[in-house]
């Protein structure tokens, strides 16, 4: 009996370094995430970044080249249509240099002796017109008791009207030289560089096409203006609209009238549609260089939103998620639990435990999430992100 006490004791050793290293070599469980499969809401869409802008802008101008007085309008500011936006006067005569001031001031005493002379002139003939009437009366009275010949008073007659005609001229020649006069002293008056004084000088009132606000104001200060250089900005709130580039292919699956939702411009998400697919892209270079074609989509809010009660302006960021599709009951899975095998898709399904391999068709993909048309059934447990240990028929364990 005492010599089987040795061999049993070696048997039960034995036995637990089998056990023990069956255990050890034994596969573990791999752990893995998991998620369940579900019907619900889906919905594809494409999302991207937009712009609000206005859908028609006017660029006020100066018609002619002058002298702006200062613009009282601030960017913001209300405006009504034929509402005076700003004025325009002549430009000031710029200052004479030294020299040619001196020729100007010698001008204006040429002028003024020419005057003089023209006046003195004017008093000659105006005398010796008088003379003549008086001679042609007399010669009326003593042709009329026929003291003198007719030829004698037509030729006093004609006398008088050559002097008439003369005194006429000398009137005009007076007038030829004052005008020359005021001429040269108007140069000296304004040659210096200043301003005419306000109410002496018509001036030019710019006025509003369209009623609207001010979006820009390139110009408030008075200076010289050039003929058509922009002044100020104006757009109607009413007329805010978005654009929105869009990629290519995914502008190519647009139509007029989809659905918008408008969300992270600072409130509440919104709802609009698209008006129209632009029909010409344009090349952008993405933040990782590569060239993307895009195609600028433009999308309207809803009739009754007013972007002004919201604080939206021109220019103003949003994002826009344009609805190509979306339905209720759909069956859908993580996109990062599906994989290709021998060019099929699958999941790994969890049953018992264990992981198992299935194949599935896949339907609409809308970014972390895709539509599964067979394969699968609501309420099943599948693998998310399975790695290489993940294997048909291995035993897992979920860190849910």
Do not use: K
């Amino acid at each position: 009996m005492n010599r089987w006490i040795p061999r049993l004791g070696l048997t039960l050793v034995t036995i637990s370094l089998v056990a023990l290293l069956a255990w050890a070599l034994w596969p573990t469980a791999v752990p893995v995430t998991t998620a369940t499969v579900a019907a619900g809401r889906f919905t594809e869409s494409v999302r991207e970044e937009g712009r609000t802008r206005l859908r028609d802008t006017w660029h006020v101008s100066a018609p002619i080249a002058g002298f702006l007085q200062r613009v009282t309008l601030e960017v913001g500011d209300p405006v009504e249509a034929d509402e005076t936006l700003f004025r325009l006067e002549p430009s000031p005569v710029p200052a004479l240099d030294a020299r040619t001031r001196q020729q100007a001031e010698d001008s204006l005493q040429a002028a003024q002796a020419r005057l003089r002379t023209a006046e003195a002139n004017l008093d000659t003939v105006r005398a010796d017109r008088r003379f003549a009437e008086a001679e042609f009366r007399r010669y009326q009275q003593l042709h009329s008791r026929n003291l003198v010949s007719t030829a004698e008073l037509e030729q006093r007659r004609n006398q008088r009207d050559r002097l008439v005609a003369l005194e006429n001229a000398a009137s005009s020649g007076v007038e030829v030289a004052r005008f020359e006069a005021e001429s040269a002293r108007a140069l000296l008056d304004v040659a210096s560089g200043q301003r005419i004084a306000p109410g002496d000088i018509p001036e030019l009132e710019v006025r509003a096409p369209v009623s609207g606000i001010v979006l820009s104001r390139y110009r408030c200060c008075e200076g010289s203006v050039a003929a058509g250089e922009p002044i100020l900005e104006l757009g109607r709130p009413s007329d805010l609209e978005i654009q929105v580039d869009l990629l290519s292919m995914d502008a190519v699956r647009l139509r007029p009238g989809m659905p918008v939702r408008l969300t992270g411009w600072g409130g509440d998400a919104l709802d609009g549609q698209v008006r129209r697919v632009e029909p010409a892209g344009f090349t952008r270079i993405s933040a990782l260089g590569v060239d993307e074609q895009r195609v600028p989509v433009i999308v309207d809010f809803e009739a009754d939103f007013t972007p002004q009660a919201h604080g939206l302006g021109s220019g103003f960021r949003i994002e826009a998620e344009f609805v190509l599709w979306e339905a209720d009951g759909i069956l859908q899975v993580p996109t990062s639990a599906l994989f290709r095998h021998q060019g099929e898709w699958h999941v790994f399904a969890i049953d018992q435990g264990r992981a198992w391999r299935r194949a599935v068709v896949i339907g609409r993909r809308q970014g972390l999430v895709t539509q599964v048309l067979s394969g699968l059934e609501p309420g099943e447990l599948i693998v998310n992100h399975p790695g290489e240990r993940v294997d048909d028929g291995v035993r897992v364990a979920r860190q849910d």
